[in-house]
C-alpha cells in the first residue's frame, strides 16, 4: 500500500508544478518516483522517507540553476526591469548628496542617483542603468 501513498504524492506535486511552473515541486516528485521504488523492494518506511528527502534536495540544489539556466534563458525582461542594463543621458546633473538627477532612457524622463555616492555626473553625460529602486533609477557613468 505504500508505493500508492507515494504515487499520489507524486501526482500531487507533479500538479502543482504544472499550474505553478516554478521548478520547485518537480524535484520532490522524483524523490516520490525514488521512493516508489524503494517501496516496491519492501523497503523500510525510514528508508523511503529517507531516499525521498535526499533526491528531492540533490535534485532541487543541484539541477535547479541548470535547468533554469536553459529554460529561462529565451524570457524577455518586462516593464521596469527591460531597462537594466540600457544606456541614458543625464539631462540634469546627477548628486546624491544633494539628492537630484534626472536621465532618459527610451524618450522618457528618470529620476536617478549614481550607484557611488560619491560621485557627482554632470549633465550631458553618459550612464548605464544598474538598478532600479522604487522610481529611481540607479547609474553608474560610462565613458564615450
Not at 6 to 14: D, E, K, N, P, Q
Not at 69 to 93: D, H
Amino acid at each position: 500500500m505504500e508505493p500508492m501513498y507515494w504515487l499520489i504524492a507524486m501526482a500531487i506535486l507533479l500538479v502543482i508544478e504544472i499550474i505553478t511552473m516554478g521548478l520547485t515541486t518537480i524535484w520532490f516528485a522524483a524523490g516520490a518516483l525514488a521512493a516508489v521504488v524503494a517501496a516496491l523492494f519492501h523497503a523500510p518506511l525510514i528508508v523511503q522517507f529517507a531516499l525521498f528527502l535526499t533526491v528531492s534536495v540533490v535534485l532541487f540544489c543541484f539541477t535547479r540553476p541548470i535547468a533554469e539556466k536553459y529554460l529561462n534563458n529565451s524570457r524577455t525582461k518586462t516593464n521596469i526591469n527591460s531597462i537594466i542594463g540600457e544606456e541614458a543621458k543625464v539631462t540634469e546633473e546627477i548628486d546624491n548628496f544633494n539628492q537630484k538627477g534626472a536621465v532618459v532612457v527610451r524618450g522618457l524622463e528618470w529620476t536617478a542617483r549614481s550607484v557611488d555616492d560619491n560621485e557627482i555626473i554632470p549633465e550631458g553625460s553618459k550612464v548605464k542603468v544598474k538598478e532600479v529602486n522604487g522610481v529611481k533609477l540607479l547609474v553608474e557613468k560610462q565613458n564615450w
